[in-house]
């Protein structure tokens, strides 16, 4: 009844539009059309979830528990059987070396476009609008959102969920773009390959800053012998000539251990897109905007996955939305609720991510940092955990 008092006072079309329909906007939009808002997601793919710009790799509910133990409700990480790919059951980590470590990690290798339909499907189950195929801007003098400033649609609320870098939050003031510094930006370039025979159980992690300077390499299993093959890379780690698509073919025909296991695969399809991995964004709302997933910069940075991030920030949004109509809760309440749940993880994250630049440019060096911390603590850096006596080292070096 308070939401529906508010909508009416104000005169908006909608209590809260979203602009972007990824991970992050859908799960928001879910919360809170089902807990009564009048809700429209933009969306300007004209089908959900395609192409797909990602190694679709989603650690099971309970790893995440052990990565975010302060997050309150993982319900929202929930996979529907028929948007999973595959099934892994262990990370491979292999050094510039080719060192191998592995440890047990389960995960699914999604399939995003079934994934973010099914999203979409429950949101508009609880009335929520959908569109898709339409591209939108923010018009803050407008008080709305549209494909253009004589066609907005008003609404009390805005959620920008429309990735990185995203216009909807630095047209809302927010410091998008303060945070687009080449170190802070990761760009990712990826196949879909086929007719390969990789094992399908071992998502596969390479540090090789030949190949994959700044970032990392990576090979997906999707099951019916194929992967998602791609490589993370940092413009200013990158000292050669190359193109990041030379680096992504160097990575597949000439690391030592890579190129052994795609010998004879076929390159079906080719996605690019950047990434934040320098952490949250140093504010992530205004008295009208919340800015989630990519488009806040919430990335893990020592592993590049945002898939379960912007579906929690994207919860988190929803539920601070949901406080705003019922009892006019600030926003704030959204950045407190994401600091407390994820905001140490975050940061040790970054800090981790920070101290590994400096090994990064060198190979040798690189493969000896991996082989001195080995397996446990490899996992431990790769899953957010500060490893266990190496906080204040960590904390010097960053
Ligand atoms: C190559 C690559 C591989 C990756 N692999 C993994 C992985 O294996 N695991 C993992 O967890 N993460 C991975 N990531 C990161 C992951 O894809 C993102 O963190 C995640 O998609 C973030 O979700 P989001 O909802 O915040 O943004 P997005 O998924 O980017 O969704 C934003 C949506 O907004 C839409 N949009 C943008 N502008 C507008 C506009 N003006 N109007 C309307 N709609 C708009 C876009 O079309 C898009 O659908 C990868 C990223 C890349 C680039």
Known sequence: MAVERVRVMTGSNYDVIVVGGGPGGLAAAVHMAQKGLKVKVFEKKKVLGKPVRCGEFFPYKDEMAKLLPRVKDLDVLDVPSNAADNKCSKIRVV???????????????????????????????????VDVGI???????????????????????????????SETAAAAGLPEKEYANPYSVATNMQYLMTDLEVEQDVAE???????????????????????NVGIGIREPYVKREWTIRDLLVGFIEKNKVASNRLRGGKRASMVADSLPVDGPLKRTYTDKVMAVGDAAGMVMPTNG???????????????AAVRYFESKVPL??????????????MENSRIMRVVSDRFM???????????LIGTERISDVIMCQMPSNMDKIFHLLA
């Open 95 to 129: 050094s510039p070396r080719g060192k191998v470590f592995e440890f047990p990690f389960n995960s699914f290798i999604l399939d995003r476009h079934i994934f973010e339909s099914h999203l979409a499907d429950v949101a508009r189950s609880y009335g929520a609008e």
């Open 135 to 165: 591209q939108v801007h923010y018009y803050p003098d407008k008080n709305g959102v549209g494909p253009s400033p004589e066609k907005v649609v008003t609404s009390d609320l805005v959620i920008a969920s429309d990735g990185f870098p």
């Open 205 to 227: 992690l390479y540090m090789d800053p030949r190949y994959s300077p700044g970032g990392y390499g990576w090979i997906i299993p999707k099951g019916e012998k194929s992967a």
């Open 305 to 319: 996955g945002g898939i379960p991030t912007a579906l929690i920030t994207g919860r988190l949004a929803g539920e």
């Open 332 to 345: 704030s309440s959204y950045e407190d609720a994401w600091k407390e749940q994820m905001g140490t993880e």
């Open 361 to 371: 440019g060198h190979g040798f060096m690189f493969h000896l940092m991996l082989r």
